[in-house]
Antibody
Framework: QVQLQESGPGLVKPSQTLSLTCNVS??????????WSWIRQHPGKGLEWIGY???????YYNPSLKSRVTISIDTPENHFSLKLNSVTAADTAIYYC??????????WGQGTLVTVSS | QSVLTQPPSASGTPGQRVTISCSGS????????VYWYQQVPGTAPKLLIH???QRPSGVPDRFSGSKSGTSASLAISGLRSEDEADYYC??????????FGGGTKLTVL
């Protein structure tokens, strides 16, 4: 059974870059059956898709975040990563990594809270 | 404001049947599959329904999904206390985006 685990700083200063990694176990990130995704949830709010990536490195992003987001994949290490630059307080959220694409996310990490504050 | 529209709240008593609606438009629900997620407070969302009306392995058959045109619904029959959670609908949008509903908080009275 696949398991996903987010890791990274819980506090980021405004204007800096948020960086998170999702470690995948129980499945190969090289699987051609799946995309690997990032989704966030602002405190007390709904879900927002950030983007996803295929093992080939092809990535797709939410148009509203596209200019600030980079998702990358490291197949030997079986993990994928998120970078969100020029963060503001509006980027404070729980960040989830998940397996899947096109709204079909069948496995999720537990989520990690990232706070943007000086 | 979410692209998909859900009622903010719903409620029912144990044993009842409850439905949660999700309204979209042609580029999303009208053209693509709908997915439903259950999120118990403090935990990650869990896939409840995929491809409009299919249940993943392990999801009780008390949960069912349907779709008609640009709207979808999640029905929960035989309501139980452990069903108290937030429920989200989601769909791919032809603008190359995943869109979610704002979520419905289900209270079991």
């Amino acid at each position: 059974q696949v398991q996903l685990q987010e890791s990274g700083p819980g506090l980021v200063k405004p204007s800096q870059t948020l960086s998170l990694t999702c470690n995948v176990s129980g499945d190969s990130i090289r699987s051609d059956n799946y995309f690997w995704s990032w989704i966030r949830q602002h405190p007390g709010k709904g879900l927002e898709w950030i983007g996803y990536i295929y093992y080939s490195g092809r990535a797709y992003y939410n148009p509203s975040l596209k200019s600030r987001v980079t998702i990358s994949i490291d197949t030997p290490e079986n993990h994928f990563s998120l970078k969100l630059n020029s963060v503001t307080a509006a980027d404070t959220a729980i960040y989830y990594c998940a397996r899947g694409e096109r709204a079909n996310f069948d496995s999720w990490g537990q989520g990690t809270l990232v706070t943007v504050s000086s | 404001q979410s692209v998909l529209t859900q009622p903010p709240s719903a409620s029912g008593t144990p044993g009842q049947r409850v439905t949660i609606s999700c309204s979209g438009s042609s580029p999303n629900i009208g053209s693509n599959y709908v997915y439903w997620y259950q999120q118990v407070p403090g935990t990650a969302p869990k896939l409840l329904i995929h491809r409009d009306n299919q249940r993943p392995s392990g999801v009780p058959d008390r949960f069912s999904g349907s779709k008609s045109g640009t709207s979808a619904s999640l029905a929960i029959s035989g309501l139980r206390s452990e069903d108290e959670a937030d429920y989200y609908c989601a769909a791919w949008d032809d603008s190359l985006n995943v869109v979610f509903g704002g979520g419905t908080k289900l209270t079991v009275l």
